[in-house]
């Protein structure tokens, strides 16, 4: 039996792996980590703690604006009705200017894709970190 490749299923492979969804070009949170140094000046990764900017502890996954106990959001952002993603934080992370206009962010943004996922990733592991500490905090004792 003779197996051949035809150019669609082969375009469909490297389709897959091409695509952020498939893995492929996932970040790596311990290089968002580091990375995320950069942000520590205005940011913060522990829940508790707000500096110019809110605590990111908890933003992937969570509607802009709306971290709570932080009330300094601007106008642009609050009111903006996007949710943290891939997506719109690597749109952010790149240019926040130009993705929110009217926003306070001071930074110019981050060019290199790389980094910006590994940003990403390193947020959206905190953020599961954090929804599993709150989830065996608030269940029952056994």
């Given at each position: ?92 992370l790149e240019d926040p200017a130009a ?11 981050i060019k290199d894709a790389g980094v ?27």
């Amino acid at each position: 039996m003779e197996h051949t490749v035809t150019p669609l299923l082969l375009f469909i492979v490297l389709a897959t792996l091409a695509s952020p969804a498939s893995g492929w070009a996932a970040g790596d949170p311990v290089r968002g980590k580091r990375e995320f140094l950069r942000c520590v000046i205005c940011y913060s990764a522990d829940a508790s703690v707000h500096k110019a900017g809110p605590s990111l502890a908890t933003i992937y996954g969570r509607a802009a604006g709306t971290v709570e106990s932080f009330t300094d959001y601007s106008e642009a952002l609050s009111g903006v009705g996007i949710v943290w993603s891939e997506e719109t934080l690597d749109a952010w992370l790149e240019d926040p200017a130009a993705f929110i206009p009217g926003n306070r962010m001071k930074a110019s943004g981050i060019k290199d894709a790389g980094v910006r996922r590994d940003i990403t990733a390193y947020l959206e592991e905190l953020a599961g970190q954090h929804d599993a500490a709150a989830s065996t905090a608030g269940s029952p004792q056994q």
